[in-house]
């Protein structure tokens, strides 16, 4: 079954630790995004890709860091997480309409 | 500067009554329009895409419209397992594929 998945569904981190959220889809999409949404807020998008070896940043500036070496893979990094990282990082993948993962909560104590 | 304004913030309704919600947008060059659930601690699910004035799409109790100013999500005789969140979106024309949401309506069925 097609589908997209993010790990960890939940992560509760000390300040200055380096974190990577994975995020995968097996759907063959070549255009994947990452947004940022605080609780009751909107979605925000902080970067996206339209293909291998491609990524760019999106409307909302983040700290954080996006691979793309492989289609379905599109992992987002970030190097020395701080409190104002808590927030839920949403992946998504789609040609036009764009089909989200499950979120991974983070909390960075 | 392009805006999606979604109406109202929140709305509670019994089991039954229908109501709408609305989206409007002020943006140059609309190419498309979309409609998600949102439940709590999870990730939006794709319900419908418009793309031109008086176009309609409808799932169930769900009903999207489209002018050239809004759109409306129609809810028919709602049922509790409809409360969620739901996000509208906007592409545009000079945006690639990249999605603009508006904050939502947090809707509320009661038994």
Same mark, same amino acid.
């Not at chain 1, 097996?26 to 491609?54: A, R």
């Not at chain 1, 909302?60 to 839920?88: D, G, K, Y």
């Not at chain 2, 176009?55 to 009903?63: A, C, H, N």
């Given at each position: 079954e097609a589908d997209i998945y993010q790990t960890p569904r939940y992560l509760v981190i000390g300040t200055g630790k380096k974190i990577t959220l994975e995020c995968s889809q097996t759907m063959g999409h070549d255009k994947m995004y990452w947004y940022q949404q605080d609780p009751g807020m909107e979605l925000h998008l902080i970067h996206y890709s339209y293909g291998v070896n491609s990524t760019e940043k999106g409307d909302l500036s983040s700290e954080s860091t996006v691979s793309r070496i492989r289609t379905e893979h599109f992992p987002l990094t970030l190097e020395s997480a701080r409190p104002s990282h808590t927030s839920q990082y949403l992946c998504a993948s789609g040609e036009n309409e764009q089909f989200f993962g499950p979120g991974t909560r983070l909390t960075v104590l | 500067e392009d805006q999606v304004t979604q109406s109202p913030e929140a709305l509670r309704l019994q089991e039954g009554e229908s109501s709408s919600l609305n989206c409007s947008y002020t943006v140059s060059g609309l190419r498309g329009l979309f409609w998600y659930r949102q439940d709590p601690g999870k990730g939006p699910e794709f319900l419908f895409t418009l793309y031109s004035a008086g176009e309609e799409k409808e799932k169930e109790r769900l009903k999207a419209t489209l002018t050239k100013k809004e759109s409306f999500l129609h809810i028919t &005789?709602?049922?509790?397992?409809?409360?969620a969140t739901y996000l509208c979106a906007v592409q545009l024309n000079? &945006?690639?594929?990249m999605l603009t949401f508006g904050g939502g309506t947090r809707l509320m069925v009661k038994p």
């Amino acid at each position: 079954e097609a589908d997209i998945y993010q790990t960890p569904r939940y992560l509760v981190i000390g300040t200055g630790k380096k974190i990577t959220l994975e995020c995968s889809q097996t759907m063959g999409h070549d255009k994947m995004y990452w947004y940022q949404q605080d609780p009751g807020m909107e979605l925000h998008l902080i970067h996206y890709s339209y293909g291998v070896n491609s990524t760019e940043k999106g409307d909302l500036s983040s700290e954080s860091t996006v691979s793309r070496i492989r289609t379905e893979h599109f992992p987002l990094t970030l190097e020395s997480a701080r409190p104002s990282h808590t927030s839920q990082y949403l992946c998504a993948s789609g040609e036009n309409e764009q089909f989200f993962g499950p979120g991974t909560r983070l909390t960075v104590l | 500067e392009d805006q999606v304004t979604q109406s109202p913030e929140a709305l509670r309704l019994q089991e039954g009554e229908s109501s709408s919600l609305n989206c409007s947008y002020t943006v140059s060059g609309l190419r498309g329009l979309f409609w998600y659930r949102q439940d709590p601690g999870k990730g939006p699910e794709f319900l419908f895409t418009l793309y031109s004035a008086g176009e309609e799409k409808e799932k169930e109790r769900l009903k999207a419209t489209l002018t050239k100013k809004e759109s409306f999500l129609h809810i028919t &005789a709602p049922k509790p397992e409809d409360s969620a969140t739901y996000l509208c979106a906007v592409q545009l024309n000079n &945006a690639g594929n990249m999605l603009t949401f508006g904050g939502g309506t947090r809707l509320m069925v009661k038994p």
